[in-house]
Every structure is written in structure tokens, then in C-alpha cells.
């Protein structure tokens, strides 16, 4: 089994920046794509970045130049810098993770944190 624990929720004000962290323990061998999600209110879960084992990244538009994903394989953790954050940021955001063949990471999920922007 896996578990991902999202850390680094919080409230800032509109052009602050905030770091997501993801956890990942236990079976993690081969959770080589890993990426963040976000949920903003009353709205549908929708996908943010992801990095995969070779590097690359991948970002949704609105988030592009803005958020940066990265991980350490040290510390079985990856990050989510935000700068630049807006309003519409305002989210409950979800770490996720699955294997090196998923277009998108929906295996593993993490419980979320809130990240609240205020204008």
C-alpha cells in the first residue's frame, strides 16, 4: 500500500507564494510519476502538473510559468512551488501518484490541503 501526505496548505494573499509538499511511504517502488491536482469550491477535481521519473513535467495552462513541480527520490517527496498565486488558486489540492505508463496519475491519492489565496 501507499500513502501520500500533502503538506504546506494555507492562506496567503494574492501574489504570495506558498510550497506544497507530498509525502509518499510504503510500497512506493515504481510510483514513478507522481502530480498534483486541485479542487477549488464546489467545482470538480482537476489536474494542476506532474513529473515522471525521466524529468519531464507537464502543466495545465492557467498554472503554467506560475508553478513549478519538482521532487527529491531522497526524501520520496515532491513539491508544488506557487508564486505568483491569485484568487482563483483557491483550492483543496491533491497529490497523486501511479506507474511510469499513466497519462495522468490517479492510483494513489492524498488526503489534500487547503490552500486559500485572498485578493
Known amino acids: 500500500q501507499v500513502q501520500l501526505v500533502e503538506s504546506g496548505g494555507d492562506l496567503v494573499q494574492a501574489g504570495g507564494s506558498l510550497r506544497l509538499s507530498c509525502a509518499a511511504s510504503?510500497?512506493?517502488?515504481?510510483?514513478?510519476?507522481m502530480g498534483w491536482y486541485r479542487q477549488p469550491p464546489g467545482k470538480q477535481r482537476v489536474f494542476v502538473a506532474l513529473?515522471?521519473?525521466?524529468?519531464?513535467?507537464n502543466y495545465e495552462g492557467s498554472v503554467k510559468g506560475r508553478f513549478t513541480i519538482s521532487r527529491d527520490y531522497a526524501k520520496n517527496t515532491v513539491y508544488l512551488q506557487m508564486n505568483s498565486l491569485r484568487p482563483e488558486d483557491t483550492a483543496v489540492y491533491y497529490c497523486a501518484a501511479d506507474g511510469p505508463t499513466a497519462v495522468l496519475p490517479t492510483k494513489y491519492w492524498g488526503q489534500g490541503t487547503q490552500v486559500t489565496v485572498s485578493s
Open positions: 513529473i515522471r521519473s525521466t524529468g519531464m513535467t
Open positions: 510504503g510500497s512506493i517502488f515504481g510510483l514513478s510519476t
